[in-house]
């Protein structure tokens, strides 16, 4: 029986600034918290979604970051930009915000 070639391990992934984890339009499907009350969420098909901003940003995305970064869901934790940076969606952001970092201050 042949085995399939192992995926090279990534290096561990420094958390930055882009905040793809957090942005919309995507539905985070976690598991049910404990406590029920521990995060806002909403139930769809039998499953239980992160709660989400009107743009579909994570309801608990602001300007300075997530709010919930150091209590944030597994779902969230394991989530790697790296995996996702040629998605349609996705691919125009990253580039505008590498623009926005390489441009001279003033």
Same mark, same amino acid.
């Given at each position: 029986?042949?085995? =399939? !070639?192992? @995926? *090279? ?14 942005? &919309? ?5 976690? =598991? !049910?918290? @404990? *406590? ?14 992160? &709660? ?55």
């Amino acid at each position: 029986m042949k085995r =399939k !070639p192992k @995926k *090279p391990a990534q290096p561990t992934l420094v958390c930055g600034l882009c905040r793809e984890c957090c942005k &919309g339009p995507r539905q985070l499907r976690i =598991k !049910p918290p @404990k *406590p029920p009350w521990q995060y806002y969420t909403y139930k769809n098909d039998g499953h239980t979604y992160l &709660g989400t901003q009107p743009n579909g940003d994570c309801i608990y995305l602001t300007p300075a970051g997530c709010m919930i970064y150091s209590v944030r869901p597994d779902e969230c934790r394991a989530f790697d930009c790296r995996d996702h940076v040629d998605h349609p969606l996705i691919q125009p952001r990253i580039q505008i915000e590498a623009l926005k970092r390489m441009a001279p201050t003033t």
